[in-house]
């Protein structure tokens, strides 16, 4: 063989939509809880994908099939796929004491 080519394009767009919440309560002077939610993430992708090859064979004989080969060349499908993705639901929490001490305070 010559030389060979192989040329693929990919090309992928789409968007995704969520929400995200989140709330700090100060029940006294030295706690915080805090709380988040975050909706699923709901995505549609579309996708195109075509590829081709070129291969040079240079005039080669092959005997089994007495053929000789030149310039061959083959192509896929142009693809199109839509699909959509859809993540998990996230809720979560936490909490911050302050411990404050006299020591803190010393000139």
């Known amino acids: 063989m010559r030389s060979s080519n192989l040329t693929e394009s990919l090309f992928i767009n789409g968007a995704g939509v969520n929400i995200n919440l989140g709330?700090?309560?100060k029940p006294i002077d030295y706690l915080n809880l805090g709380f988040n939610f975050q909706?699923?993430?709901l995505y549609s992708?579309?996708?195109e994908?075509?590829?081709?090859?070129v291969a040079d064979f240079g005039g080669f004989y092959f005997e089994?099939?007495?053929l000789t080969l030149g310039r061959e060349e083959a192509v896929t499908n142009f693809i199109i796929s839509n699909y959509g993705l859809?993540?998990?639901l996230k809720i979560g929490g936490g909490a911050t004491f302050f411990y404050w001490e006299k020591w803190l305070y010393l000139r």
């Open 23 to 25: 709330v700090i309560y």
């Open 39 to 41: 909706s699923p993430t």
């Open 45 to 47: 992708l579309n996708e």
């Open 49 to 53: 994908y075509e590829a081709g090859v």
């Open 64 to 66: 089994p099939e007495d």
């Open 86 to 88: 859809n993540t998990p």
